[in-house]
């Protein structure tokens, strides 16, 4: 079966400081990846995805960045973290014989 | 583009209540995917249902039924007998068929307090 993790699952980070969120899928090959963010209280909004190794789309200009260095790994990056980066990540693959997306436990960012 | 509209934002039941959860949809695409999640306070999204838009048929699980009309853009959610493990939020969602991206299009979500 396939599962999906995340970690971490908590994160304070000061503001300015780099970021790296991982996100690895087991039981499943060259899966599509996705990178959602939600901010307190609101849905969800779709950050970045990809449909191989090395293949990255960004869905929304911002201080963040995506790269996937295997096939079932994906990483969400940034620089410099700014508290409007403070939120709930949550990684997703799709299961293409549904098209269904399942999603991760999640990291709470908090950006101080 | 696609839209999804939840405009509930709360809704407060007492247990074995009955309970909707509307959802409303935009998009100009004539193939595309229906979904609901539940988001528990743990986090977590968890699937509950996919519909495609070929197949209007209503669906029941358990106490969870699915009414979905194309006619008025809609994919609303029933709980019967609602329990307080129902808590929590829930999304109602739309991607595109026949696109590599397959990405989610989410509503705002609708937060059920089910109290004992």
């Known amino acids: 079966s396939q599962t999906i993790h995340q970690w971490p699952a908590t994160l304070v980070q000061p503001v300015g400081s780099p970021l790296s969120l991982e996100c690895t899928v087991e039981?499943?090959?060259?899966?599509?990846l996705y990178w959602y963010r939600q901010a307190a209280g609101r849905g969800l909004q779709l950050l970045f995805y990809?449909?191989?190794?090395?293949?990255i789309s960004s869905e929304v200009p911002q201080n963040l960045s995506a790269s996937r260095p295997q096939d079932r790994q994906f990483i969400l990056s940034s620089k410099k973290l700014l508290l409007s980066d403070s939120g709930f990540y949550l990684c997703?693959?799709?299961?293409?014989?549904?098209?269904?997306?399942?999603f991760g436990p999640g990291t709470r960012l908090t950006v101080l | 583009a696609q839209k999804v509209t939840q405009a509930q934002t709360e809704i407060s039941v007492v247990e074995k209540e009955d309970v909707t959860l509307d959802c409303v949809y935009e998009?100009?695409?004539?193939?595309?995917?229906l979904f609901w999640y539940k988001q528990p306070p743990s986090g977590e999204l968890v699937f509950l249902i996919r519909r495609n838009s070929f197949d209007e048929q209503n669906e029941i699980s358990g106490r969870y039924s699915w009414n979905f009309q194309k006619s008025t853009s809609s994919f609303n959610f029933t709980i019967t007998a609602s329990q307080v493990v129902d808590s929590a939020v829930y999304f109602c969602?739309?991607?595109?068929?026949?696109?590599?991206?397959?990405?989610?299009?989410f509503g705002s979500g609708t937060r059920l307090q089910v109290q004992p």
């Open positions: 997703a693959w799709v299961r293409a014989s549904t098209d269904t997306q399942y």
């Open positions: 039981g499943t090959s060259n899966p599509n």
């Open positions: 998009t100009r695409d004539t193939t595309y995917y």
């Open positions: 969602a739309l991607s595109v068929i026949d696109t590599g991206r397959r990405a989610l299009t």
């Open positions: 990809s449909v191989g190794i090395g293949q």
